[in-house]
T-cell receptor, first 112, second 115 residues
Framework: DTEVTQTPKHLVMGMTNKKSLKCEQH?????MYWYKQKAKKPPELMFV???????INESVPSRFSPECPNSSLLNLHLHALQPEDSALYLCASSQDPTSEAFFGQGTRLTVV | AQSVTQLGSHVSVSEGALVLLRCNYSSSVPPYLFWYVQYPNQGLQLLLKYTSAATLVKGINGFEAEFKKSETSFHLTKPSAHMSDAAEYFC?????????????FGKGTMLLVSP
């Protein structure tokens, strides 16, 4: 299995909702990442988990809350988002913190 | 800080023609460099990577890239374009100093392939 699986593929949420994005990999990778990609822009790093510990937070607003329950799963909890948070959220994983990253298909989030 | 610059937001070629997508990097240490492809409403797929081994790197789908330190370049080429190559291409650099495979992407180049 060489895939990074993200669910859901699409999500529409109101500004008062709480929702979660999920990411799963079964490649034994020990580093996992969240990236945010706005329309017609490159992806931008949000968080890095290394060996299930949060290692990098790129000054992301607290309305985004990451969680790594185990080495295969990565969640992104969303609360009180703004319309400008609408974007494609990409999860990635790498064998170790210095190896190349493999990306999932992304979750297209729309905040209304 | 490391960065990459992709020249040309759009490149148009005819099917069967040479594909050349340009990427220049800025780094104070030998970089790790990558090319990713993104199809509409999809994630990113790794095409190839340079990690200081061979300077000519071969990737998937017939793509290759050459690392030229003297020119600080890592251009992506394919001898003969196919309609299925139409997509967005991102060059990226990895910050080795951080101890993590965090990627900084260029702005991307949209490859358009006409029949």
């Amino acid at each position: 299995d060489t895939e990074v699986t993200q669910t859901p593929k699409h999500l529409v949420m109101g500004m008062t909702n709480k929702k979660s994005l999920k990411c799963e990999q079964h490649m034994g990778h020990r580093a996992m990442y969240w990236y945010k990609q706005k329309a017609k822009k490159p992806p931008e790093l949000m968080f890095v988990y290394s060996y299930e510990k949060l290692s990098i937070n790129e000054s992301v607003p607290s309305r985004f809350s990451p969680e790594c329950p185990n080495s295969s799963l990565l969640n992104l909890h969303l609360h009180a988002l703004q319309p400008e948070d609408s974007a494609l959220y990409l999860c990635a994983s790498s064998q170790d913190p210095t190896s190349e990253a493999f990306f999932g298909q992304g979750t297209r989030l729309t905040v209304v | 800080a490391q960065s990459v610059t992709q020249l040309g937001s759009h490149v148009s070629v005819s099917e069967g023609a040479l594909v050349l997508l340009r990427c220049n990097y800025s780094s104070s240490v030998p970089p790790y460099l990558f090319w990713y492809v993104q199809y509409p409403n999809q994630g990113l797929q790794l095409l190839l990577k340079y990690t200081s081994a061979a300077t000519l790197v071969k990737g998937i789908n017939g793509f290759e890239a050459e690392f030229k330190k003297s020119e600080t370049s890592f251009h992506l080429t394919k001898p003969s374009a196919h309609m299925s190559d139409a997509a967005e291409y991102f060059c990226a650099v990895s910050d080795r100093n951080s101890g993590y495979s965090t990627l900084t992407f260029g702005k991307g180049t949209m490859l358009l392939v006409s029949p």
